[in-house]
């Protein structure tokens, strides 16, 4: 046993000195993919037959379903009569954002918008980085706020001051993952997790996608531990929602 493990070292270590792995440098992407595909499909097998609002298969999109999908949300969790957090990670013009703040009324919700609007930090899938660039948009609801900046550097004061003045146990978060990168949707993840409940809610926008947002959510709950169910999808799972049923926080 001694020997095996002492070999396994040495070649691994052999390997290293020898920038053998810069080889496979041009395969890299690929790796990935063909392993968050893998992870994907395991994961679509795994919920698919248990969605109690899913399109699952449809041989066509259609980006307008998602309206649909989160008019679904609303009344089966009741979210029109209750005060609600609404935190949208990926703003751009505020499409979504305008929608949400009009489909909820009670004077006690509170949304949050984050965005750099200056676009997409970093390339993505077939965007560059820049994309979806928007000015603040235009709001006129009190309940609103629009963070300006990256996540990095935003978030951490906003979740400091939402928890010690904001946060309550009575209200229902829906958090509302629209950024797209891997990077943007596992920093918003992570920086939620302390805050993260029973009955939190959490939309993908892009979750379908291998190497970004399904990523992002498949690493974040194997290191968090989340418990959650999925509640609703459309697009074949571009679009999902999933439910809190258990975290450590
Ligand atoms: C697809 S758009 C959002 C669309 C919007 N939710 C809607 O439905 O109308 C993605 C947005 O995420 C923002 N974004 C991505 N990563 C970010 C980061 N790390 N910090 C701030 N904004 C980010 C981009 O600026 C971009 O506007």
Redesign the pocket.
């Known amino acids: 046993m001694s020997f095996i493990r002492k070999s396994n070292s040495f070649i691994k270590d052999l390997l290293l000195v020898s920038r053998f792995g810069l080889l496979l440098k041009p395969f890299r992407f690929a790796f990935k993919f063909c392993y968050n595909f893998s992870m994907l499909s395991s994961w679509v097998n795994s919920n698919a037959g248990k969605v109690p609002y899913s399109d699952f298969y449809k041989p066509t999109r259609k980006y307008t379903n998602r309206v649909k999908l989160h008019e679904h949300i609303i009344k089966s969790e009741g979210l029109d009569q209750k005060p609600i957090h609404y935190l ?10 305008a929608w949400w703040i009009k489909a909820n009324l009670h004077p006690e919700s509170r949304f949050y918008g ?8 970093e390339d993505w899938h077939f965007f560059k980085k820049g994309a ?3 000015d603040i948009p235009f709001m006129d609801d009190a309940r609103g706020t629009f963070i300006k ?4 550097e935003t978030v951490y004061k906003f979740l400091d001051n939402y928890s010690k003045t904001i946060d309550s146990p009575n209200v229902t978060r829906v958090i ?1 993952l ?4 891997y ?2 949707t596992l ?1 918003a993840l992570t920086r939620l997790a302390p805050f993260l409940r029973k009955g939190d809610i959490l939309m993908f ?1 892009e979750f379908n996608i291998p190497n970004h947002e399904f990523a992002a959510w498949n690493d974040f709950v194997r290191s968090y531990y989340i418990k959650y169910e999925v509640i609703g999808a459309v697009n074949n799972f571009y679009q999902t929602v999933v439910k809190v049923t258990e975290s450590l926080a």
């Open positions: 949208e990670f990926g703003v751009a013009g505020g499409t979504s954002f984050f965005d750099t609007f200056e676009g997409l930090p979806f660039s928007y900046g990256l996540f990095q509302h629209d950024a797209d990168l990077s943007s920093f926008d």
